[in-house]
């Protein structure tokens, strides 16, 4: 049974981008690809800075896109689940 966490993987990216961590971040979200049962060797793994939303508390956020490295398309579900907001 999966471990609840209150938490948004994009909530914890950009945690970790704000506190000088990013070098786990692509650590975290290969962790998070293999509980949701995909090979993370498959994927490029992007991480792309923005302003937040007005309001949010926060200054940035940071967006993962993930690239399959045959050329395919990601599933739809699974890029926009890897950016979902809490």
């Given at each position: 049974?999966?471990?609840?966490?209150?938490?948004t993987?994009?909530?914890?990216?950009?945690?970790?981008f704000?506190q000088?961590q990013?070098?786990?971040?692509?650590?975290k979200?290969?962790?998070w690809?293999k509980?949701?049962?995909?090979?993370?060797?498959t994927?490029d793994i992007?991480?792309?800075?923005?302003?937040?939303?007005?309001?949010?508390?926060?200054?940035?956020?940071?967006?993962?896109?993930l690239?399959?490295?045959?050329?395919?398309?990601?599933?739809?579900?699974?890029?926009?689940?890897v950016?979902?907001?809490?």
């Amino acid at each position: 049974m999966p471990r609840l966490n209150p938490f948004t993987l994009q909530m914890e990216i950009t945690r970790m981008f704000e506190q000088g961590q990013s070098f786990f971040a692509t650590l975290k979200v290969q962790d998070w690809l293999k509980e949701r049962n995909e090979n993370p060797a498959t994927y490029d793994i992007l991480f792309h800075q923005k302003p937040a939303l007005p309001g949010s508390g926060q200054v940035m956020v940071i967006d993962i896109e993930l690239r399959r490295k045959d050329g395919q398309p990601v599933d739809t579900w699974l890029q926009e689940e890897v950016n979902r907001h809490g």
